[in-house]
């Protein structure tokens, strides 16, 4: 299948469907499953750094969408359609809420196109989110979003694909010097952990791709320089303001102790002051 000139390889695992099938969905193909299951069978309990992940990203959006007066995202590096995308969550809140999700991966605009397309206020626009100008000029980018009102920048698992020499902090600052204050930041990284299990998944994943930087808590931290970061700060993803609500990602708040994994994957809010 061809999408704008360039072509879905069926025979390269791409990050977006061995997200996908971690996250038990079914847009993938065997060479992205013979990845996922080194994490499935080899590395057990690791699929909850993607649960824990969609749980506090699904949450920070609803959070946005009921306390400020936000109402349209950006959802850069937005992965494969799955339960409760962005635009489900905010709508749900807030019909009027509009939506651009920006991905590289040529699968995610064909996945994307068929489940949006009943929808006006959203977008699928294909682009690299390490030129932060291209997707912020993109036609249908500023088809949808206001940048004269406040954004939601939404940055879910997706700078650890971003290595160092990419500037991923000059992304963030990009994007924050161009939406005016009151916009938010949701981000949500892979933090470099100290035991042997975790360093194997960090390997797996390096090698697979050929790419990625997992990053200390400080790093992590300073990607976001010059916004307000809002509480209760970076922290593991499941302790980021925890709901015991059901919902298709939740896998019961912080009520109980966090597995080396849950613990892999950091989140936080920020917000231009
Ligand atoms: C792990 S998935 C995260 C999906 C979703 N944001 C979430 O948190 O559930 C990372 C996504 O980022 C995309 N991605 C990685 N590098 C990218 C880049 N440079 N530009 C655009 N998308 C990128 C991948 O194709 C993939 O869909």
Aim: negative net charge; hydrophobic residues 40%.
């Amino acid at each position: 299948m061809t999408v704008e000139g360039s072509s879905i390889d069926s025979t390269r695992p791409s990050i977006a469907r061995v997200y996908d099938y971690l996250l038990g969905g079914k847009d993938n193909y065997a060479v992205d499953r013979k990845v996922g299951d080194v994490f499935l069978r080899d590395l057990p309990g690791s699929v909850a750094i993607a649960f824990a992940n969609r749980a506090a990203l699904t949450r920070a959006i609803a959070q946005i969408v009921t306390t400020t007066d936000v109402r349209q995202f950006i959802d850069l590096g937005s992965g494969l359609p799955t339960a409760d995308n962005v635009h489900q969550v905010a709508q749900r809140h807030a019909p009027e809420s509009r939506i651009v999700y920006v991905d590289n991966d040529p699968q995610v605009l064909v996945h994307g196109c068929a489940l949006l397309e009943q929808n006006d206020r959203t977008r699928v626009v294909r682009a690299d989110i390490r030129d932060p100008e291209g997707v912020r000029t993109h036609p249908e980018t500023l088809e949808l979003i206001d940048f004269d009102r406040p954004v939601a920048v939404v940055l879910s698992a997706v700078l650890h694909h971003v290595n160092d020499e990419e500037d991923p902090a000059g992304i963030v600052r990009h994007w924050r010097d161009h939406v005016p204050s009151g916009s938010h930041f949701f981000v949500s990284h892979f933090r470099s952990g100290d035991n042997p299990e975790t360093a194997e998944a960090e390997r797996v994943l390096q090698q697979t791709f050929g790419r990625g930087r997992w990053r200390t808590d400080e790093e992590i931290t300073s990607l976001l320089d010059g916004l307000e970061i809002l509480d209760p700060g970076i922290v593991p993803a499941p302790l980021w303001r925890p709901d015991t609500t059901a919902g298709p990602w939740n896998a019961g708040g912080a009520e109980r102790e966090l597995t080396v994994w849950e613990r892999l994957i950091v989140a936080g809010l920020a917000r231009k002051t």
